[in-house]
């Protein structure tokens, strides 16, 4: 049961805000599906969740979206969608398995959007899912709620076509009674009321530009679009009963805000403001520091401080930040693509570019604000004097027990004086040079331990380990403390910790301050070491633990520095340049197998 109730934190963990004026009522939900979840952890399967949801594109792509197919929104929704099942794997190893039942067929009509253009959308954000390895999503059809198995999985535009008004038909004949009357049904049901108050917000901008909207008063625009969102009601009422009758014992999620009484309401883009904004209403906008949000295109197109980004076939994908950062000084022949959650790959389009061509400095500063940046494709990069070259171009490399570079590869029982770094083992989360220490005075006058800490680390990746294994955890900072339950970054700041090994000639770390300023940005960063007793390694222990911690603010940590929302899952590949901020960011490595050549160099800079 303990596992079962940890699934139910994490999905709840993604809940967007109550309605105005809504009472919370999640609990209902929680005693509805726990049983449920908890069915398929005695028996150690997956649980499988259910999601209507992209259904296609605004039709209003002059105020609200870029175009009728996916596009970097979605890819960003995916990918945050794809984060609940692994976090689940966190905490219950079979994980969890997310299915979009898309909801286009049920209302394109009403919309004026063709039944072909609902099939190039969902075909769009199907091959997304399977172009960036979103394994836990699977995909249902309209045919699958109505047991047409006569039909196949795969369906042509052609066929999907020739039966969108069969499925329409049979979804309403088969599931919604004929004395419904949808408004009775927004008056008794608060639930249904917000999903009836939100279908009239989208709708104006969405139809605005129909024929059949031109002349009309505010008065009659407002009664046709109210009678559309009654019809909406009804289909949506047919398509509820539908999945609950196809997937009863999957766990309901919604993108509508909602009570919580029946379904977890959850957002579609991580952030600090969770909303209920969707991809397929509007754009995605990228900050400077990486930071994902939706916005409508008329809002965003603007706004002066924000450029619209193409893909190499020139079609629109996003808004991002304008920033003289991105000027590298090498024109079109470098792309950048933001990730999700957090950093950016720099990805050379000339293959006679190198390290040597790449601004440095500038590559730093966009580091501070958005770690960590993959540096791709470019020459030289497996090269030792380029890569030192390039390190020293950044600032000052800060060597240590290894010299300027360690060549960090499993070693079998050899840590030379280190941990486990040098071995296949996972590691804690951590920040780089903190048993890097000297001896100070303290206030009292008495010596300690203090850390030298690098402000950077840049790593080269000479061979890759094998796919899935020893990937790199980039933890985010801003993103952890975005993404706290209840505690805010002045509890935090309350807090010391205290850290200790008998690795690195001994050191024994006293009251760190669990949060510190960044010393160029100013703000808040994580310093902590993750708990790391005898019992996880086979090599020398790093014992720590947070000071007078009486709410469990250790395992909540723990929790999220490995939360899909919080930590870039990095995996390596061959040639890659990788550089992280080791201040706001910190890291860890999974496990691979033993004796592989996996093997990376790394560098401390100042």
């Not at 069915?39 to 999601?51: A, C, Q, R």
């Not at 960036?132 to 042509?156: C, V, Y």
């Not at 917000?194 to 989208?202: E, I, L, Q, S």
């Not at 505010?218 to 009678?227: D, F, H, V, Y």
Request: charged share 25%; glycine share 6%; with cysteine.
């Amino acid at each position: 049961m303990e596992a079962s109730i940890l699934v139910l934190d994490i999905i709840e963990a993604y809940r967007i805000p109550l309605p105005n004026g809504v009472i919370d009522q999640i609990e209902f939900a929680r005693i509805q599906f726990l049983p449920i979840i908890d069915h398929f952890v005695t028996k150690n399967e997956t649980i499988p969740l259910i999601l209507p949801a992209f259904p296609f594109k605004s039709p209003n792509t002059i105020a609200k979206t870029l175009g009728v197919l996916p596009d970097k929104a979605e890819e960003v929704s995916l990918a945050h969608l794809n984060g609940i099942c692994e976090n689940i794997r966190q905490v219950y190893s079979p994980g969890a398995r997310l299915y979009i039942v898309s909801d286009g067929l049920v209302y394109n009509d009403l919309l004026g959007v063709s039944d072909g253009t609902v099939y190039d959308y969902g075909e769009g954000v199907r091959r997304l899912a399977h172009e960036k390895e979103f394994t836990n999503i699977r995909f249902a059809r309209l045919k699958d709620l109505l047991g047409m198995q006569e039909l196949p999985s795969q369906m042509s535009k052609e066929l999907y076509e020739e039966n969108a008004p069969t499925f329409r038909d049979q979804l309403v004949q088969r599931n919604v009674p004929d004395s419904f009357d949808p408004h009775k049904e927004i008056m008794s049901n608060e639930d249904a009321m917000a999903t009836f108050r939100g279908y009239n917000k989208f709708l104006v901008k969405d139809l605005l530009l129909k024929p059949c909207f031109k002349g009309l008063s505010k008065t009659a625009t407002k009664k046709r679009i109210e009678m559309i969102a009654l019809q909406m009601i009804t289909r949506g009422k047919a398509f509820a009963s539908a999945i609950d009758k196809a997937f009863p014992n999957h766990i309901r999620l919604s993108i509508h805000p909602s009570s919580g009484r029946k379904k977890f309401s959850i957002s579609l883009v991580n952030g600090e403001q969770k909303s209920s904004v969707t991809p397929w209403h509007a754009c995605l906008r990228t900050s400077l520091n990486g930071a994902h949000s939706f916005a409508y295109r008329e809002v965003l197109q603007s706004d002066e401080n924000l450029e619209l980004i193409h893909d190499k076939t020139g079609r629109p994908l996003y808004f991002r930040e304008k920033s003289d950062l991105y000027n590298l000084g090498l024109d079109d022949r470098v792309e950048f693509n933001n990730l999700y959650p957090t950093g950016l790959i720099i990805e050379s389009a000339d293959p006679s570019l190198s390290l040597k061509d790449i601004d440095m400095k500038k590559v730093r500063s966009i580091a501070e604000l958005n770690s960590p940046i993959i540096i791709r494709g470019f020459a030289d990069t497996t090269d030792r004097e380029s890569f030192l070259a390039a390190a020293r171009r950044l600032g000052e490399i800060q060597p240590w027990l290894f010299g300027d570079l360690l060549e960090v590869k499993d070693r079998g029982r050899d840590e030379r004086g280190m941990n486990s770094t040098l071995s296949a083992e996972p590691l804690p989360f951590h920040f780089d040079g903190i048993f890097k220490t000297k001896t100070v005075i303290d206030e009292d006058g008495l010596e300690k331990f203090e850390s030298q800490v690098p402000r950077f680390q840049m790593f080269s990746s000479i061979v890759p380990a094998p796919k899935g294994t020893g990937l790199t955890l980039f933890a985010s900072s801003r993103l952890l403390f975005e993404n706290l339950p209840s505690l805010t970054i002045n509890d935090l700041s309350k807090f010391k910790w205290t850290c200790s090994t008998t690795s690195f000639k001994g050191v024994k770390l006293e009251h760190i301050p669990l949060v510190i300023a960044h010393p160029v940005l100013g703000t808040p960063c994580l310093r902590y070491h993750e708990n790391w007793p005898q019992s996880k390694t086979a090599f020398r222990p790093a014992e720590s633990y947070i000071e007078n911690d009486e709410q469990g603010l250790t395992a909540l940590l723990d929790r999220l520095l490995y939360d899909r929302r919080v930590s870039h899952y990095y995996a390596w590949e061959k040639g890659d340049v990788i550089l992280s901020d080791n201040i706001s960011m910190m890291h860890t490595r999974t496990a691979f197998k033993p004796g592989s050549d996996r093997e990376f160099w790394r560098v401390h800079i100042d």
